[in-house]
Nanobody, 125 residues
Framework: QVQLVESGGGLVQAGGSLRLSCAAS????????MGWFRQAPGKEREFVAA????????NYADSVKGRFTISRDNAKNTVYLQMNSLKPEDTAVYYC??????????????????WGQGTQVTVSS
């Protein structure tokens, strides 16, 4: 089992920035690819960004490329999502997720095994 706890959400004006953090516990963090997903009201949960277990590879949804940056610190068991140039359409609950990796070092966009409880991000226009 992996426990994930997100933090850093809040209310920000359009054009502003936020940094989300996700602290992991329970298993060897470096054995997991990590991802961020989001779900807006009335919409399905969607992929935002992912990072391989080593941190050497990343993957982003087209809607956030160039604005969001995912990173991880395996020594601190933490993954981050730096969000810049925020737009009202970025408003959603953001979820951190972990995927057990057996071989390979890929930033998967799906197939995640563990999820956090989510943190609300609201961008006002």
């Amino acid at each position: 089992q992996v426990q994930l706890v997100e933090s850093g959400g809040g209310l920000v004006q359009a054009g502003g920035s936020l940094r989300l953090s996700c602290a992991a516990s329970g298993r060897t963090f470096a054995n997991y690819a990590m991802g961020w997903f989001r779900q807006a009201p009335g919409k399905e949960r969607e992929f935002v960004a992912a990072i391989s277990w080593s941190g050497s590879s990343t993957n982003y949804a087209d809607s956030v490329k160039g604005r969001f940056t995912i990173s991880r610190d395996n020594a601190k068991n933490t993954v981050y999502l730096q969000m810049n140039s925020l737009k009202p359409e970025d408003t959603a609950v953001y979820y951190c997720a972990a995927r057990r990796v057996v071989g390979g070092d890929w930033p998967y966009s799906g197939g995640y095994d563990y999820w956090g409880q989510g943190t609300q991000v609201t961008v006002s226009s």
